[in-house]
């Protein structure tokens, strides 16, 4: 403004500021809510999807090796079908890794996809028997595999010897027949503690024969240790493609006891050596890759750089190596892609997905909670400047100017606030706005001015117009018309999500799905308004033959609540629902996880072993904290036969009476069926075919049984899949089956002896048993669960959906006292001169606003109650529990009851604070309100 | 230019000029509101009829329409039925905007309470500013205006401050201010001086009296002040709905050549024929439920039924 007068001041403006100024308490409340709204909005979306950026790296962290790699495998056929030994030179082998490796990198390149690192390119034999040829071993049994790799070499420190070289001696075997084999010994490297533990030294030769799990007939060769090593870092993950280079792994041996097996090291120039010692091609034939070889490709995904970005390209490559046959052109033999990659991208999709659907309901019900109570704090504003706006007309102020200052004065506060926080939220947290947050934005911005606009728009025609009958009877019907809208509306949105819940699940979040709480919300408002007066005119009748004056009236107040009250009835029934149902799913959450966690361990903590011996499990009931062990054999790759056609199941062989005190009291209780005579093993199932009379598939042996129950408590998951269970008495299956031994150990345990064991187990894990494999608790898996980034993002956003939906329904409660107390206080001083006690005002208060509250928590209640089989069917918890099958949403009674007494404890302490206002206000101030009112 | 705004030169669309008739003209109006079912016939019939610059007071007890009639002629409500003109217009006919503009330029209100009539953010220059920024008065004549407004008005001082920093009398005077900020014909005042003390009444009066002097604006106020009433030179009273009594002042000189007020006072006779006894005659006479009546050549006179029955027995 550059004023050329000093008298060209900007007029125009003078009303609006003056105005707003004489209304900044009102403005600034407007202002903080708008603000807090559009930043929530923005923030939880934009984090959300940060969240979910780094939650396909939790996913490929929490993956086994393999489930998270690209692996390529090619286990070259032969043509011979067994490897023949002979004294004559053969052949050379040649690796296929480079033409693969290049028409992967082609395929990456094309697709946009991003490989991290690799290829790691390895070679590998299957485990052998050690025939030692220099000294005796320490152990009874050794097999050792040999690997071809380059990569250890950066990854040791070697304490004897040195890294293997290229084979250069020649040694003739005996095969078993008798025949001679003349081989290459080929240099290798195994692992310093190995070595001592079995007892072999640098320069010892060893004998490898076709081992006890051999799928190849291989001819035997010789390997000469040329050093022994020790990791640098045993913890880098490049370790895992073969975890026996490190460790000693004991499978159990046919005949009892166990094998130890690990593996022999040797570099990728000794390809050609050892692939003829195992299998001779003989001279002349194809040049091509070993048949005795397993050849691998890995390319690793780095998880801390993965984000949503990666996903589409991965996806495209995955497709073009499993279904282009343009990739392999040119290449022989076309290596099978091996990875868990795909089922992975698509949990995380879903997973999104299910998140953004959770995050959803908050962000809507926060908005929707939120501009009811702007709306309010306007409609309360406009409303105290009714006098003024009357006074502006009277003057001949047009009704647009009129319409134009008022909605003004409430938008000046709103807008700008509204968008500076939602721009400022924008830029300072890092993530894409989605249109929802833009929409949501547009609502507080724009909704609070337009209630005013309408609100004014009526005020004003109605300044001159004769109260008809005829006119309220019109309004009445507007009133009847809105309402009915709101309801069928949330009647759609009800049908629809029920009816689409499963498309919904399967990712597509649907505004629907979204906004269908709070209708149902806003049509238990609505619902509550209209019918709040019935009840309470018969409890103010009630009131009148049985209490003080003070309860009548405020009853019979409460029972005529007007117009002035529908809105802040039905932002406290919003509110209470947000409350409620936030609630709901925060405690379903907790319950879920702990629920997915326990079947998939089976009991407070599992310990898993090749074969666990009495003592070791008298070892694990000893410990503190622990109420009970149950031996078990657990076989996942069981299976029951019915009419000749066998199904995959878990066989769990165990006590059943014992394994169903452990499980009391948990959510796994179930109770052990009365075992009663038939042919065979008893049998109970969770679940599978009915038939009474079945075989039980037992280590490859089918074993006569008859089912005596179904006990669908008892299906467990596996591996992250539901699998249906056959428990069997452990005792009756030994005795049918004498190889069988125990395998595993369920323990109930208290959380201290769940970390303990965890500890212990992390530390070394055969402290609990020579052949323990791991140890899983429940605690373990849900808080690996918890802690995921999207499950911990959206407690967190169900926590704050919590917190600001009771600030705000707190204010709803301040604003609906405020509405009723002009009337209420000019009652009040008519009571006073009428000869009212004092104490009597308090009592008016509570009796005219509680029942009012009451009514709308409980209506909000219901709705929050009702909310979950709303959205039931369009949620999957899965993603944010870790549960293997679909967990759906169930009303949660006592969540929602502690979330109504804690809205009615604000509304109880909103009355204090507006007791203590009343009384601290000036009397004078008071008495006024009383004249004009 | 500062008297133009009281003619009624600037006809606007549908009203109908009628050059020489009264300037307020009511006939037979009736207003009705029905409210919960009930309904209260606040206007039944009432006539009145008010010449351009004329100073009326209009009494009458509470409930008998006083505010209902100021409401309709400020073109805020409109009647039920019945004719009502003001400067030439029918404000039955008017339209939205042409009311607006009889709003903005024809009438002025003021209110009892003197916060009704300012907007308390606003300092009294800006609150007599305001009416005619809302007419789109040229700036610059705008200050001018004001400033004349609140001299006239004897309240000049107080053109800085803000409603709660004057009297209530100060305040009333400035609500005046704005009434008459558009130079309005009308000047229409309902119980102007309630709230007030007897010397802040007074100087309220005497401003209304001045602006109607002043600015020739036609005056149309309500009150229950015996001591205003009887200083304006014609009181109308309302009964029920119904003009139903008028005192009419004027300075008389007598026998002995003094100046001295004479008050007459008049019923009403309607058009209709309808007369209203006034409640003290018909008291002092027992007259109820039926009257004999005696046309005379020059009056007519009125008996109770029986009596007359005796004398003339
Ligand atoms: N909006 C309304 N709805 C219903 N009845 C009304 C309304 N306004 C006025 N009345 C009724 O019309 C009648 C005339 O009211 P009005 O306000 O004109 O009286 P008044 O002469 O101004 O009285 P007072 O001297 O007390 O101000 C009263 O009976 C009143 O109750
Ligand atoms: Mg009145």
């Known amino acids: ?45 934009q984090l959300a999807a940060g969240a979910g950026d780094r939650a396909l790296g939790d996913l490929v962290r929490a993956a086994p090796p393999g489930a998270r790699d690209l692996g390529l495998r090619l286990v070259p056929q032969s043509t011979q079908g067994v490897a023949l030994p002979s004294t004559d030179p053969g052949a050379e082998a040649a690796a296929p890794f480079d033409v693969v490796s290049r028409a992967v990198a082609g395929a990456a390149r094309a697709t946009g996809a991003r490989l991290d690192a690799g290829p790691d390119l390895a070679a590998q034999s299957e485990p052998m028997t050690v025939v030692p040829r220099t000294r005796p071993l320490r152990v009874s049994a050794a097999e050792a595999l040999v690997r071809l790799d380059d990569a250890y070499d950066a990854r040791v420190r070697w304490v004897e010897g040195a890294a293997p070289g290229a084979a250069t001696t020649r040694r003739t075997l005996d095969t078993i027949s008798g025949q001679a084999h003349t081989v290459l010994v080929v240099p290798v490297a195994l692992r310093d503690r190995t070595a001592r533990t079995w007892g072999v030294r640098v320069g010892d030769v060893l004998e490898l024969r076709q081992g006890s799990q051999a799928t190849r007939r291989t001819t035997p060769t010789a390997v000469v240790l040329a050093g022994t090593f020790e990791p640098t870092d045993a913890d880098d993950p490049g370790w895992a493609a073969e975890p026996r280079l490190l460790g000693i792994a004991k499978i159990p041996a046919p005949e009892g006891g166990s094998i130890d097996q690990a593996a022999l090291v040797a570099p990728l120039s000794s390809y050609a050596a050892l692939a003829d010692g195992l299998w001779r091609i003989p001279a002349g034939g194809p040049i091509d890759a070993s048949p005795a070889l397993t050849h691998t490709w890995r390319w690793t995904l780095h998880p801390d750089r993965l984000t949503r970005a990666d996903v589409a390209p991965l996806r495209a490559l995955l497709v073009r190596l499993g279904s282009d046959p343009a990739v392999w052109s040119g290449i022989a033999r076309r290596p099978a892609v091996v990875t868990g990659l795909p089922d992975l991208l698509d949990r995380y999709q879903r997973d999104l997905a299910v998140t953004d659907v959770l995050v959803s309901f908050v962000t809507a019900g926060v908005t929707a909670l939120a501009v009811l109570v702007l709306a309010l704090t306007a409609l309360f504003g406009a409303e105290r400047r009714r006098d003024q706006v009357r006074l502006l007309r009277l003057r001949g102020a047009s009704t647009a100017r009129v319409l134009g200052l008022v909605t003004g004065w409430t938008a000046g506060a709103c807008v700008p606030a509204a968008l500076l926080a939602a721009l400022a939220t924008g830029l300072l947290v890092a993530g894409p706005v989605p249109g929802a947050a833009r929409l949501e934005v547009l609502a507080v911005t724009l909704l609070p001015g337009l209630v005013v606009l309408v609100a004014t728009w009526l005020t004003v025609r109605r300044l001159g117009e004769v109260p008809d009958a005829t006119r309220s009877l019109a309004r009445a019907a507007r009133r009847l018309v809105l309402e009915l809208l709101v309801v069928a509306l949330a009647v759609f949105a009800v049908t629809t999500v029920r009816s689409r819940g499963a498309v919904i699940v399967a990712g597509h979040a649907d505004a629907l799905a979204a906004v269908a709480p709070v209708l149902v919300a806003l049509a238990a408002g609505v619902l509550a308004v209209r019918l709040l007066p019935g009840p309470l005119g018969l409890l103010a009748r009630a009131a009148e033959r049985r209490r003080g004056l003070g309860a009548f009236l405020g009853l019979g107040r409460a029972a005529r609540t007007g117009a002035e009250a529908a809105v802040p009835v039905v932002a406290l029934v919003v509110g209470t629902a947000l409350v409620a149902l936030t609630a709901t799913v925060g405690s379903s959450l907790g319950a879920q996880r702990d629920l997915a966690a326990r079947l998939a361990v089976g009991a407070d903590a599992r310990v898993d072993a090749g074969r666990i011996d009495a003592p070791d499990i008298a070892a694990l009931a000893a410990r503190p904290g622990v109420r009970s062990a149950v031996p078990a054999y657990v076989e996942t790759a069981g299976g029951i036969e019915v ?291 | 230019m500062s008297t133009t705004g009281t003619t009624t030169g600037r006809s606007h669309g549908s009203g109908t000029r009628r050059g020489d008739g009264p300037y307020i003209l009511c006939d037979n109006l009736v207003r009705i509101f029905s409210a919960e079912g009930v309904e209260v016939v606040a206007l039944q019939g009432l006539d009145l009829t008010v010449e351009k610059g004329e100073l009326v007071a209009l009494v009458g007890a509470s409930g008998s329409g006083k505010s209902t009639l100021l409401a309709i002629l400020s073109g805020l409500d409109t009647p039920s039925a019945g004719v009502v003109r003001v400067a030439g217009r029918d404000l039955l006919a008017l339209s939205a905007r042409d009311r607006l503009h009889y709003r903005r330029r024809t009438v002025g209100f003021l209110h009892q309470q003197a916060t009704a009539n300012l907007l308390p953010y606003l300092s009294a220059h800006e609150n007599v500013e305001l009416p005619m920024s809302l007419a789109s008065v040229p700036r610059a004549e705008r200050a001018t205006r004001a400033a004349e407004t609140l001299e006239v008005l004897g309240v000049a001082d107080c053109a800085g401050r803000r409603p709660h920093e004057m009297s209530g009398g100060q305040q009333q005077r400035v609500a ?138």
Not at chain 1, 32 to 44: N, S
Not at chain 2, 283 to 295: I, Q, S
Not at chain 2, 299 to 310: F, L, T
Request: aromatic residues 4%; hydrophobic residues 50%; charged residues 20%.
């Open chain 2, 176 to 313: 005046l201010g704005v009434a008459l900020a558009n130079r309005p014909g009308v000047l229409l005042a309902d119980e102007p001086t309630g709230e007030l003390d007897s010397r802040s009444s007074d100087e309220v009066f005497a401003a209304i009296r001045r602006a109607n002097a002043t600015f020739g604006t036609t005056v149309l106020v309500v009150t229950h002040d015996a001591h205003v009433s009887e200083h304006v030179a014609r009181t109308v009273g309302i009964r029920d709905g119904r003009t139903s009594s008028e005192v009419r002042r004027r300075t008389a000189v007598d026998e002995h050549g003094n100046e001295g007020l004479v008050a007459e006072e008049f019923a009403v006779l309607d058009r209709a024929g309808r007369l209203q006894l006034p409640r003290q005659f018909t008291a002092a006479l027992e007259l109820r439920d039926r009257v004999r009546l005696d046309l005379e050549s020059d009056h007519i006179g009125v008996w109770p039924a029986e009596r007359g029955e005796e004398e003339r027995g």
């Open chain 1, 1 to 45: 403004m550059t004023g050329r007068h000093a008298s060209t001041r900007p007029r125009p403006f003078l009303l609006f500021r003056r105005g707003f100024a004489a209304g900044r308490g009102t403005a600034a409340l407007l202002a903080v809510v708008a603000a807090l709204t559009c930043g929530f909005v923005v923030a939880v979306p």
């Open chain 1, 643 to 933: 009419d000749g056609r066998e199904s995959l199941v878990t066989v769990l062989a165990l006590d059943p009476a014992r394994y169903a005190d452990l499980l009391r009291d948990t959510p796994l209780a179930f109770a052990p069926p009365a075992t009663h005579a038939g042919g065979g093993l008893p049998v109970v199932l969770s679940g599978g075919p009915a038939a009474a009379a079945l075989g039980l598939v037992v280590r490859g042996t089918t074993l006569p049984a008859h089912r005596i129950a179904t006990v669908p408590a008892l299906a467990r998951v596996v591996s992250g899949r539901e699998s249906v269970v056959a428990l069997v008495p452990l005792d009756a299956l030994v005795d049918a089956l004498p190889t069988v031994q125990p395998n595993t150990v369920y323990l109930a345990a208290d959380r201290d002896a769940q970390a303990a064991l965890a500890a212990d187990a992390a530390d070394d894990r055969t402290r609990l048993g020579a052949l323990v494999t791991g140890v899983t608790t429940v605690d373990g898996v849900v808080g690996q669960v918890a802690d995921g980034a999207l499950a911990s993002f959206v407690g967190a956003t169900y926590l704050a959906g919590s917190l600001v939906g009771g600030v705000l329904t707190l204010l709803a409660l301040l604003l609906l006292l405020a509405a009723t107390r002009p009337a209420r206080s000019q009652l009040l001083i008519r009571l006073r001169t009428l000869g009212l006690a004092p104490g009597s005002g308090r009592r008016l208060a509570w009796s005219e606003v509680m029942p009012v509250v009451v009514v709308g928590v409980l209506a909000g209640a219901a709705a929050g109650a009702a909310a979950p089989l709303v959205v039931g069917p369009a949620l999957d918890l899965a993603a944010v529990t870790g549960a293997a099958t679909r967990l759906a949403l169930e009303p949660h009674p006592l969540a929602v009851a502690l979330a109504a007494a804690a809205v009615l404890i604000l509304g109880a302490s909103a009355l204090l604070v507006d007791a203590a206002a009343t009384r601290r206000g000036d009397l004078a101030q008071h008495l006024r309100g009383g004249d004009t009112a």
